[in-house]
């Protein structure tokens, strides 16, 4: 019953431009991520933390190393490695708007595979049991009582919130999980308890109106994206 925070990386550059990174290589924070990172760190610093994994990405084991400090180890696991995402890696957001596929996405990502790619289906089953493998071995190592993190992405993230809330795999892009945001989930056997979705910043709620109050004001971003999932997780 150890409780898995779950952070997805800082803010990139791709995130900041609206590019679908991917699995691009090189992709790293940009000042914006650095700072969330450093300010998630502050938040964390006396929490009884025994164990951290990342995806093997640079933004992830940026934000991972940033984040741990150098308190506890940390350990890159491929299994909550980002989504596949074939031949729309590194293309626009409001290109992919434009692809028939995009729809499917928003309303039955379960039957989404992408074009030289991987399927929704296939991410979550592989990250929720990396999730589930490492929170039984912290279970059994540090007991039921300790805390530890996993480093990952947007899209995988969700899948295992979903995963985590008992509810289908279409019920995905109701969640957001923004950049250096917690989410905070614990196993207990056959059950999870999921505590807390995409808390970012020191006062989520806060957080939480102070976007809302933006977007307000970008006539743009509210037409086109407020009432969509965005692949990736977006900015």
């Known amino acids: 019953m150890s409780l898995l925070l779950l952070v997805r990386h800082g803010r990139t550059a ?3 431009t609206g590019i679908l990174a991917g699995r691009t290589p090189g992709v790293t924070l940009d000042e914006v991520g650095v700072a969330a990172a ?32 150098g308190r506890i180890p940390v350990r890159t696991d491929d299994g909550i490695l980002e989504c596949d995402y074939g031949e729309w890696t590194g293309l626009g957001l409001e290109e992919l708007r434009q692809q028939s596929l995009w729809e499917t996405i928003q309303q039955r990502p379960s039957t989404v595979t ?11 089953n592989r990250a929720v049991a990396t999730i589930r493998e ?38 995905l892009q109701r969640f957001m999980v923004d950049p250096c945001s917690v989410t905070a989930i614990r196993y207990t056997g ?20 102070s976007r809302q109050d933006a977007d307000t004001n970008d006539t743009t971003a ?14």
């Open 114 to 124: 992408f074009p030289g790619g991987e399927a929704f289906q296939d991410m979550q």
């Open 190 to 209: 056959e059950s999870t308890l999921v505590h807390v979705v995409n808390a970012a910043g020191p006062d989520p709620i806060a957080t939480l109106l």
């Open 38 to 69: 450093e300010a998630l760190r502050g938040r964390l610093a006396h929490a009884p933390l025994v164990a951290a994994i990342t995806s093997p990405l640079e933004r992830c084991r940026q934000t991972a190393e940033i984040v741990a400090d």
């Open 134 to 171: 490492h929170a039984a071995a912290v279970d059994r190592e540090h007991g039921e009582d300790a805390a530890w993190l996993a480093f990952s992405h947007g899209d995988v993230i969700k899948a295992i919130i979903t995963d985590a809330m008992g509810a289908p795999l279409d019920r």
């Open 222 to 235: 509210n037409a086109t994206t407020a009432h969509e999932g965005i692949v990736g997780g977006g900015a």
């Open 14 to 16: 791709a995130n900041a």
